[in-house]
């Protein structure tokens, strides 16, 4: 029989590879380009795929492993409502202008980065569904997420219902 925190470990390592996958295909499959704090959001969700994994393989570990990737996945619910909190108008966001550039082989070359480096704002969502944007949908799923994991976690049953 399957136990429930063996299930948990696999899928939240599937979750994190999806969740990963959706953001990566929309920025370099649909164009969309993400700000400062959307990539702050895609760490959370690495640390998930790797804890997950290690909790499906780490026997003894288990349930640390899946207590610590619940929390992981929380905190990064909580900066992703912030970024919609953002877009929304409810926070005020950063209040410089980020861009991502590399270090060039001269200055020529980072100059002409800098000056056709798109400006990704934080306060404007990329993408918007039925009113919720990215940053809210990453919210509301890694919140619903971290919650069920800290709940299995906690619980002590290891067997599957």
Do not use: K
Request: glycine share 12%.
């Amino acid at each position: 029989m399957l136990r429930r925190l063996d299930l948990l470990s696999w899928l939240t390592a599937a979750l994190g590879v999806v969740v990963l996958g959706t953001v990566l295909a929309s920025q370099y499959l649909g164009g969309l380009q993400p700000c400062e704090l959307c990539l702050y959001q895609r760490w959370p969700w690495g640390v998930a795929i790797a804890l997950g994994v290690l909790a499906a393989v780490i026997r003894p570990a288990r349930r640390v492993l899946v207590l610590l990737a619940g929390l992981v996945i929380l905190l990064g619910g909580l900066l992703a409502a912030y970024h919609a909190g953002v877009e929304y108008g409810w926070f005020p966001g950063f209040t410089s202008c980020t861009s991502a550039i590399s270090a060039g082989s001269s200055v020529a070359d980072l100059r002409n980065q800098l000056l056709n480096a798109p400006v990704v704002r934080c306060d404007v969502p990329g993408f918007v569904l039925f009113g919720i944007s990215m940053a809210g949908y990453n919210a509301i799923l890694s919140v619903i997420a971290g919650l069920v994991l800290l709940f299995a976690g906690l619980r002590g049953s290891t067997r599957a219902a």
